[in-house]
């Protein structure tokens, strides 16, 4: 028999029977995980890791770029991720299974594809990880400082790069979110519903109270620097809507997922784009678009602002300390579930599909990820997470919106819980918003990212090429 070719194996497919029969393996060191999570716990989940991921902090480097306009720029990532969300509902439905756009590539575009996106999941996942909870410990130092007039010295609270040593706060953070999700998925989902119900109406409170101090004087100009200003924006808050992704990274751990999957994906999405423009509007019609430039803990602020009282700023800075904990928690558990597929598929090493027979979680992959996104989190400013966030994100949203045309061209008689309407135009409109937003970003987070693919690069050449899953026997 004839050795396969380079492109052969390259773009290798899995078959998506395959990945389905996996979910009920029997081995547990080989990696079951248990379904346990409900559509309401679900969607909670996409919720959790959206809600606070941009609201609470993003608005002091958005509305600098497109001024009061930013509200449109929440619109203009809400359509984007609206018709993505249409995709990945229908191939969450189609292939419900641990890794998300990941798996969805490797059944639809190749291995090679595949491994690009699942490099680009871990950068999403981690970084965005990052970015909150040095967003979090801003909060702390505010509602510290609301409540007994303490704030932990800079020194302790802020990266090498932003004027400090290492920011702790953000450190203990991803330490409490790995010890919670080594508990159980099942857990981790019910802290996190808890956590989401909070958040959302300490949010709406602040809407509430802002708009009493709406001024309409503060949305002229209203985009200063026009459209290029308003993409611009847009471009860097994206990241906020990674919650869509992290719903389909728990694919085997859904009861019901081919009809679990679609309803949290859409629900979520409604939700935190009605909070998300209600938020916006609310912030700049209460402040000055110049007052938000490195403004931290910019909502608290503006609530301090309006009231001249403290205790509303106290609420909403308790709210966003909860708020971005459910964030870290559910982007974390995003990030193992993306390394446990590509474990299984022999792309990484095996360490990160060991599953523990008491929990059934991987605890050792959370152990790993917690470390590493402590390291972010303590020692890289904020700047320069949020960015490649962004461009991670945007990247694997492009890749499942060409999946379902691919799958549909493929695999047309696949049992699908959810189809996309109006295809293929909404597959087609969402990779060009995609790729918009990508343009959009600065220059130096294209350079970052080019660097985090030569590393992946060198990774699949020297070992996830010749240990995947599908490789063909010797």
Request: glycine share 10%.
């Amino acid at each position: 028999m004839s050795a396969p070719s380079v492109r052969s194996q390259l773009f290798r497919r899995k078959p998506v029977s395959a990945m389905v029969e996996e979910t009920g393996a029997t081995d547990a060191e080989g990696g079951v995980l248990a379904r346990r999570i409900g559509v309401g716990q679900l969607m909670a989940l996409g919720i959790g890791a959206t809600i606070g991921t941009g609201i609470f902090f993003v608005m002091s480097t958005a509305v600098p770029e497109a001024g009061p306009a930013v509200v449109l720029s929440f619109v203009l990532a809400a359509i984007t991720a609206g018709f993505t969300a249409l995709c990945y509902a229908e191939l969450a439905s189609t292939i419900p299974v641990a890794g998300s756009s990941y798996s969805y590539a490797y059944a639809t575009l190749g291995e090679v594809v595949a491994y690009v996106v699942g490099w680009c999941l871990v950068l999403e996942y981690a970084v965005s990880s990052a970015a909150v909870s040095v967003g979090w410990s801003e909060y702390v130092n505010e509602l510290l400082d609301d409540v007994v007039g303490v704030r932990i010295p800079d020194a302790l609270s802020f990266a090498p790069g932003a004027g400090g040593v290492v920011n702790l706060p953000a450190i203990v953070l991803v330490t409490l979110c790995a010890l919670l999700l080594v508990r159980g998925a099942s857990e981790s989902a019910r802290a996190n519903a808890v956590m989401v119900v909070l958040k959302v109406c300490v949010l709406l409170f602040f809407v509430v109270i802002a708009f009493t101090a709406f001024d309409a004087g503060n949305l002229s100009p209203f985009a200063p620097l026009g459209v290029a200003g308003v993409s611009a924006a847009a471009s860097s808050i994206f990241f906020s809507f990674i919650g869509l992704d992290a719903v389909s990274t728990a694919g085997e751990e859904v009861r019901d997922p081919r009809r679990t999957l679609p309803r949290a994906i859409i629900g979520a999405l409604v939700v935190v784009t009605v909070v998300y423009l209600l938020v916006a509007l609310a912030a700049v019609g209460a402040q000055a678009a110049g007052a938000f430039e490195g403004q931290e803990a910019g909502l608290a602020v503006i609530l301090e602002d309006v009231t001249g009282s403290r205790w509303p700023a106290i609420v909403l800075a308790a709210g966003a300390v909860i708020s971005i904990f459910s964030v870290t928690l559910v982007t974390m558990y995003g990030q193992t579930r993306i390394l446990f597929a590509m474990s299984r598929d022999g792309m990484i090493p095996s360490l990160f599909s060991r599953v523990d027979r008491r929990t059934l979680t991987p605890v050792r992959g959370t152990v790993a990820v917690a470390l590493f996104v402590g390291v972010l989190a303590g020692f890289v400013p904020l700047d320069f997470l949020v960015d490649l966030t962004s461009m991670g994100t945007l990247v694997a949203f492009t890749v499942v919106s060409i999946g379902v045309i691919v799958l549909r061209r493929t695999q047309p008689d696949l049992p699908r819980g959810f189809r996309v309407p109006g295809y293929p135009v909404v597959p087609v409109l969402s990779v060009a918003f995609c790729l918009y937003l990508i343009y959009g970003l600065p220059g130096v987070t294209w350079a970052l990212f080019a660097g985090w693919l030569a590393i992946a690069a060198v990774v699949y050449v020297t070992y996830a090429r010749t240990h995947s899953a599908l490789r063909a026997p010797r």
